[in-house]
C-alpha cells in the first residue's frame, strides 16, 4: 500500500507506529500464553490494545498532518497575493510554532513589497498621463492594457479604449531585431514615430512600456 512507503511524512509515521504496534502485541500475546491466561481474556485484551492503538495512530497522524495542511493554505494564500489570511499553527511552540511563525513573518515582508510595487505602478500611470507624446502599455501577452490621451495623434482621434486588450500586432506594432516599429495604412503612413521601450511591475504582472517621439 502506498500509505506505507517512505515516500511521504504521514507514510513513514503510519508505518513506523504501525511496526511498533505489531511488535508490541505480539509481546503481549507471548507473554499472556506464557502467563497461560485463557484464550478469551487474551483475545479481548488484544482487542483492546488494537483498537485503542489504531485510535492512537489516526490522532497523532491528523493532529501531526494537520499544521503542514494549515501551512498549505496559508502558502497558497500568499500565491494569490492575499497576505491577509494566516494559518493558526497547532502547536504555538518547538519547531512547528517557529516555522508557522516564519511564514507569517514571510507574508508580512511580500505584504510590504506589493505595497511598495502597488506604489511605484501607481506613479508610473500618473506620470503616463502628463504626457503629451503617446505611451502604450502591453501586458506579457503583448495585449493593450492603458495608453494616455495621446493615443489619438497615433491613431486618428481614436480613444484607446476602444482598443483595450488589442495585440500589438493588430494596432500595426512590430517587433523585429531594431526594436518596435510602427506599420500602419492611412494619413499616418507618413508619419516617423521613434519607439522607445521599457518595462514595469504591476500586480505580479511585466509591463511594457512603449514610448513615441
Same mark, same amino acid.
Given at each position: 500500500? @502506498?500509505? +506505507? &512507503? ?5 507514510? +513513514?509515521v @503510519?508505518?513506523w507506529?504501525?511496526l511498533f ?5 505480539l509481546?503481549v500475546?507471548?507473554l499472556m500464553?506464557?502467563l497461560e491466561i485463557?484464550t /478469551?481474556k487474551?483475545?479481548l485484551s488484544?482487542?483492546?490494545?488494537v483498537?485503542? *492503538? ?7 497522524r %491528523?493532529k501531526m498532518?494537520c499544521?503542514f495542511r494549515? %501551512?498549505?493554505?496559508h502558502?497558497? %494564500?500568499?500565491?494569490?497575493?492575499? *497576505?491577509?489570511?494566516?494559518?493558526k499553527?497547532v502547536?504555538s511552540?518547538?519547531?512547528?510554532g517557529? +516555522?508557522? !511563525?516564519?511564514l507569517r !513573518?514571510f507574508s508580512?515582508?511580500?505584504?510590504e513589497?506589493k505595497?511598495? *510595487?502597488d =506604489?511605484h505602478? +501607481?506613479l508610473?500611470?500618473?506620470?503616463? !498621463?502628463?504626457?503629451n507624446?503617446?505611451v502604450?502599455?502591453f501586458?506579457? &501577452? ?5 495608453a494616455?490621451?495621446?493615443f489619438s495623434?497615433? *491613431?486618428?482621434?481614436?480613444h /484607446? =479604449?476602444?482598443?483595450?486588450h ?9 517587433k523585429d531585431?531594431?526594436? /518596435?516599429?510602427?506599420?500602419l495604412?492611412g ?5 516617423q514615430w521613434?519607439i ?6 504591476? %500586480?505580479?504582472?511585466?509591463? =511594457?512600456?512603449l514610448?513615441?517621439?
Amino acid at each position: 500500500m @502506498t500509505i +506505507f &512507503k517512505g515516500r511521504s511524512l504521514e507514510g +513513514f509515521v @503510519t508505518f513506523w507506529l504501525t511496526l511498533f504496534a505489531v511488535i508490541f502485541l505480539l509481546l503481549v500475546y507471548f507473554l499472556m500464553t506464557h502467563l497461560e491466561i485463557s484464550t /478469551w481474556k487474551i483475545i479481548l485484551s488484544t482487542s483492546v490494545l488494537v483498537v485503542s *492503538y489504531i485510535i492512537a495512530i489516526l490522532r497523532f497522524r %491528523a493532529k501531526m498532518i494537520c499544521s503542514f495542511r494549515r %501551512a498549505l493554505l496559508h502558502l497558497e %494564500a500568499v500565491r494569490q497575493e492575499d *497576505y491577509k489570511q494566516y494559518a493558526k499553527a497547532v502547536f504555538s511552540e518547538g519547531v512547528v510554532g517557529k +516555522f508557522h !511563525d516564519h511564514l507569517r !513573518d514571510f507574508s508580512e515582508e511580500l505584504s510590504e513589497k506589493k505595497k511598495r *510595487y502597488d =506604489q511605484h505602478a +501607481f506613479l508610473v500611470y500618473q506620470l503616463i !498621463d502628463q504626457l503629451n507624446t503617446p505611451v502604450l502599455v502591453f501586458n506579457q &501577452k503583448e495585449q493593450l492594457t492603458y495608453a494616455n490621451f495621446a493615443f489619438s495623434l497615433l *491613431y486618428e482621434g481614436q480613444h /484607446w =479604449q476602444m482598443f483595450r486588450h488589442a495585440s500589438s500586432k493588430m494596432l500595426g506594432l512590430v517587433k523585429d531585431d531594431n526594436g /518596435w516599429q510602427l506599420r500602419l495604412q492611412g494619413k499616418q503612413e507618413k508619419q516617423q514615430w521613434q519607439i522607445s521601450q521599457s518595462c514595469f511591475i504591476d %500586480a505580479g504582472v511585466t509591463h =511594457q512600456l512603449l514610448v513615441f517621439t
